[in-house]
């Protein structure tokens, strides 16, 4: 089936510093990547649609100079958090779609959890 | 604007059968999905339905009324693995999926 790992599953990190996570997709290929934001007891927030060289789409209210997305191949999606902050610390999680696969299945990666402290 | 409405919490017990509702109000619809959450871990994919009706998957049914903006997922023989948030979602008029908050399925022995 088709599988997408997230890296790293957690991290920790100092206020001021910038922290990446990066989104594979293992057994596909994925034009279109998405990151979600989920806080504790809350549903998932789409940040932002990650497009295959093309520049990502970034919801209402997400700073994109602070969350840089880059999606330089078709297996793989980076979220860069910028001078992050204690309110950055989230679970952060990347979805894929497979571009020969039904349009309307996302595959879910594990999810990494941010704590800055 | 545009709002998915789930139960918070639901309780049931082992073995039995549990209906969990979704309500939405969207800029358009273009398919309903649920997904399973365990605690600290990803979303994975239960079903899509986009016509009304019932889909049944196993010991999961989901339904789907588009005229009423109504779904349920029905879970029957209960097992404690089912312990977790299900997730009702709508892709709406832009292929953007618009979620709910979850609803925290708490099965007791």
């Known amino acids: 089936g088709a599988v997408v790992s997230q890296h790293p599953s957690w991290v920790i990190c100092k206020s001021g510093t910038s922290v990446k996570i990066e989104c594979r997709s293992l057994?596909?290929?994925?034009?279109?990547m998405f990151w979600y934001r989920q806080f504790p007891k809350q549903s998932l927030m789409l940040m932002a649609t990650?497009?295959?060289?093309?520049?990502?789409?970034?919801e209402q209210g997400v700073e994109k100079d602070k969350f840089l997305i880059n999606h330089a191949s078709l297996t793989l999606s980076t979220l860069t958090v910028t001078s992050a902050h204690p309110e950055d610390s989230s679970f952060y999680i990347c979805?894929?779609?497979?571009?020969?696969?039904?349009?309307?299945?996302?595959?879910f990666g594990p999810g990494t959890r941010l704590t800055v402290t | 604007g545009q709002n998915i409405d789930q139960p918070t919490e639901m309780t049931a017990t082992e073995g039995a059968i549990v209906q969990i509702n979704c309500t939405y109000q969207t800029s358009g619809f273009n398919g309903l999905f649920w997904y399973q959450q365990h605690a600290g871990e990803a979303p994975t994919f239960l079903s899509y339905?986009?016509l009304d009706g019932l889909e049944e998957k196993g010991r999961f049914s989901s339904f789907l009324s588009r005229s009423k903006g109504y779904s349920y997922l029905l879970l029957k023989e209960l097992q404690m693995k089912d312990s977790a948030s299900y997730l009702c979602a709508v892709r709406d008029s832009n292929y953007q999926l618009i979620w709910g908050a979850g609803t925290k399925l708490i099965i007791k022995p």
């Open positions: 990650s497009n295959e060289g093309s520049k990502a789409t970034y």
């Open positions: 979805s894929a779609r497979d571009i020969q696969g039904p349009d309307y299945e996302q595959y």
């Open positions: 339905n986009v």
């Open positions: 057994d596909f290929q994925a034009t279109t």
